[in-house]
């Protein structure tokens, strides 16, 4: 029989939000002790950035950051 723990994620929210003119999702929760944060770009929803942190507010600050600096580099290119 193992004696391993399961965590399972606590306190989840998910929210839409804009960030440096992209439409993104962004989902936050507890695992044990600290928080996780990931954005995606909402359509097709692939993971831009990630972040943790002993709050939400920390977890949330550094996703987005690296979500923000990722997304400013990224060339739109107009097709009409």
Not at 20 to 38: D, I, M, N, Q, T
């Amino acid at each position: 029989m193992s004696t391993r723990s399961v965590q399972r994620p606590q306190d989840y929210r998910r929210r839409h939000d804009a960030l440096a003119g992209w439409a993104v999702g962004v989902v936050s929760y507890r695992l044990g002790e600290h928080f996780l944060c990931e954005v995606d770009n909402v359509s097709p929803g692939a993971r831009i950035a990630r972040g943790e942190g002993a709050t939400r507010e920390e977890a949330e600050a550094k996703a987005l950051d690296k979500a923000r600096e990722r997304l400013s580099r990224t060339r739109i290119v107009d097709v009409g």
